[in-house]
């Protein structure tokens, strides 16, 4: 009688009010329509823990760098680098502490937007040294090492280190336990802290906007990298070469100023300075043709980068032009550059010119921009997203060439509507063959997910301690290493989502099926049996779960009010031929059954089978 189903509450739930709430249907592609199986209700993927970050804040947003061995991701203000082996190593620092950021790289670089700056890290090595230690002033404290070695010439990084900072010299530590000298005075509370080998320690001078390096003592100059030293004016970024191709030689620098020789050093972490391009800002960030492509937020404006640079030429900028709305998102798919407006948007393409190599291709335009500016994500060989026009807003489409196409369902816009929608948050994930579009709407405290196999629409909610449903954890999403992992929006948590653990990092989930009407031209119908057929015998050795139960209610109005709950065991492990069933069940003219469960066991829901009766008017 269609138990198994997707969530699809109308705005009438005498219409419809089913809900799937962390169960995934799944269609079995050999029954027929109609045959006891054809659709199945899975568990959502648990979460199991993997990393916690010192500073335990939002994780902002993770990618995994071309090549595969490093995942650099952002929590907090704070940029780590991920090794195979989790191990977690601080490289960077953003100006600001909350909101998803842009993420990409080109396999030298990483380049990053938060909405206010633009930064950009060498990819390198990212750890010399993890150690516990302290500040005060210009004297660095170590009191234990967890692993490495540390030296001069390393840059330092931990929570509320100052931006390049680099240990200078040896105290009583030769790179163990013991004190070091560094560059800037501060005071830092014993904490986890990591240094690592910075890009270049050089002999140079400073005038105007030439920087001439007399001697190499390590490493390589490049472009982005921040030259630091004493006098030297903050940010100062090397912008271009001259006769130095690493090492020996002049290098053009965005400040102007005088320094007299001494010794500099090239930091593999830099924010981009406001002399970088034609704008500082942006808040999405996408590679295509080794150009990092960005916008400028609340404007129609956006800029590309050098090609295989994190420096943008002056006049490396062009505006949507095809409309007269913002700019608010981009992404670039199958090398064409998509320009997401407020209500309408448009395609560019690299064409080779000068000094900005995009042009708009004809025809591409549509009448759809996107209502939330995260909620873009990747889905199957284009990208989904949250939708607005000049008509109304919270359709999400998949875009299909160049037409976004609604994949969205009257229940799914429903829940959205006269809500706050601009803050949503969209990922994708593919785990077990199933390809899988994920939006949480903060503000609402929702979180819907749409699976591309089977074009239906789930509920992924969190279950708190008072039993009440949240929005999902998960605030981003990469695989890496094999794994796909998500970032928690405010603990400082990676997990990776694994579908054979059935909590959510320990906290239990509660999974909901709520049945279609039974409406026989609202006749009495008399109800005798209801089996649901649970994948049986799943219970645990001990604790909770080792007698699963599930709960069964019902509405005989509709859905407006309910009965008590009614208890049946799903069975105990290894009890493969245990039934489901409640007998007994009353009367009604319309008929809404739910089932929940909340043991953290398989609990797989393959059909249901009921026998009733319809008496006479």
Not at 318 to 336: F, N, Q, T, W
Not at 452 to 473: C, D, F, I, P
């Amino acid at each position: 009688f269609g138990f198994v189903g997707p969530s699809y509450e109308a705005p009438s739930i005498y219409q419809d009010a089913q809900e799937c709430i962390n169960f995934v249907p799944e269609i079995d592609p050999l029954k027929q329509q109609g045959e006891r199986g054809v659709v199945a209700l899975y568990p959502t993927p648990g979460l199991t823990s993997l990393v916690l970050f010192q500073n335990q804040e939002e994780i902002r947003g993770m990618r995994t760098l071309s090549g595969g061995d490093i995942l650099v991701a952002v929590c907090g203000p704070y940029v780590y680098a991920l090794t195979s082996t989790y191990t977690t190593t601080m490289v960077g620092q953003l100006n600001t502490s909350t909101g998803i950021v842009g993420i990409t790289d080109n396999g030298v670089n990483v380049y990053i937007v938060d909405g206010q700056n633009r930064y950009t890290w060498r990819i390198s090595s990212p750890s010399a040294a993890v150690f516990t230690g302290s500040i005060s002033g210009t004297t660095l404290t170590v009191t234990a090492i967890t692993n490495g070695t540390i030296a001069i010439n390393q840059a330092l990084f931990g929570v509320n280190v100052t931006q390049a900072t680099v240990i200078t010299a040896l105290g009583t530590g030769t790179g163990g336990v013991g004190t070091y000298t560094i560059n800037q005075s501060q005071s830092v509370a014993s904490t986890q802290m990591n240094s690592a080998t910075v890009g270049a320690v050089v002999t140079g001078a400073i005038s105007g906007t030439t920087l001439t390096v007399s001697a190499v003592t390590s490493g390589t100059l490049v472009v982005g990298q921040t030259i630091q030293g004493s006098t030297v004016t903050a940010q100062t970024i090397i912008t271009a070469l001259g006769t130095g191709t690493g090492g020996v030689g002049t290098y053009t620098v965005n400040n102007s100023q005088t320094v007299t020789s001494r010794t500099l050093y090239g930091l593999n972490w830099s924010v981009l300075p406001s002399t970088d391009g034609a704008f500082t800002s942006g808040s999405a960030v996408d590679i295509v043709d080794n150009y990092f492509v960005y916008n400028r937020p609340d404007t129609q404006q956006f800029g590309a980068s050098a090609a295989l640079s994190p420096i943008s030429p002056a006049l490396s900028f062009a505006s949507k032009d095809g409309a007269p709305d913002d700019l608010v998102s981009l992404i670039v798919d199958h090398r064409e550059v998509y320009l997401l407006g407020e209500v309408s948007s448009e395609v560019w393409i690299d064409a080779g010119t000068s000094p900005f190599p995009f042009q708009r291709i004809p025809g591409t335009s549509t009448q759809h921009g996107i209502a939330a500016k995260f909620s873009v994500a990747r889905l199957g060989n284009s990208f989904a997203y949250l939708s607005r026009n000049i008509r109304g807003q919270a359709q999400i489409v998949q875009m299909n060439g160049y037409v976004p196409t609604r994949i969205s369902t009257h229940a799914v816009e429903n829940s959205l509507t006269n809500q706050v929608v601009s803050n949503a948050v969209a990922w994708t994930y593919q785990l077990e063959g199933h390809e899988v579009y994920v939006i949480s709407f903060p503000s609402i405290n929702l979180t819907w997910a749409y699976d591309v196999a089977s074009g239906m629409w789930h509920k992924w909610l969190y279950t708190n301690n008072l039993g009440q449903y949240e929005r999902a954890r998960g605030n981003c999403c990469v695989q890496f290493q094999g794994l796909v992992m998500v970032g928690d929006y405010s603990n400082g948590k990676i997990y990776k989502l694994d579908p054979l653990n059935y909590t959510d990092d320990g906290q239990h989930v509660r999974r909901l099926r709520r049945a279609p009407h039974l409406v026989a031209d609202f006749q009495r119908e008399y109800f005798d049996e209801l089996q649901i057929q649970f994948q049986p015998g799943v219970g645990l050795p001990t604790g909770q779960g080792e007698n699963p139960q599930a709960m069964l209610r019902w509405s005989d109005n509709g859905g407006s009010t309910w009965s008590n709950e009614h208890w049946t065991t799903i069975g105990l492990i290894g009890k493969y031929a245990n039934r489901a069933i409640w007998r007994r069940l009353g009367t009604a003219r319309d008929r809404v059954f739910e089932v929940s469960i909340s043991d953290p066991v398989k609990a797989v829901i393959i059909s249901a089978n009921l026998k009733s009766s319809v008496g006479e008017n």
